[in-house]
């Protein structure tokens, strides 16, 4: 988890205990309809709190980019868990 109470897919993965990492996580959520083909959520689930988008600058060389990250937010864990039907250990 970092800081701010999200977690990365990578994370989003394992507390799932799903068989299979987040590069297949990312393609589940964009065969859903809830990630866009850059791994972006669409607006609306933002907006319901499951996900937050950061930007995060990459320096190559001596220009920077900016590159947008998908966080999940631990309402985000629930809403995975319920579309991909895992049941999750309250413990």
Known sequence: M????T???AESA????LPYGNVTLFRKLRDLG?????NIPLQEYVNRGYFIV???????G????????TRVTAK??????RKL???IDAA
Do not use: H, Q, R, W
């Open 62 to 69: 001596t220009v920077t980019e900016n590159t947008l990250i």
């Open 85 to 87: 039907g895992i049941l």
């Open 76 to 81: 985000g864990i629930d809403y995975i868990a």
């Open 7 to 9: 977690y990365s897919m």
């Open 54 to 60: 950061i930007t995060k600058p990459i320096v190559k």
């Open 14 to 17: 394992k507390l799932l205990k």
């Open 34 to 38: 809830i990630l866009d083909k850059n």
């Open 2 to 5: 970092d800081s701010d109470g």
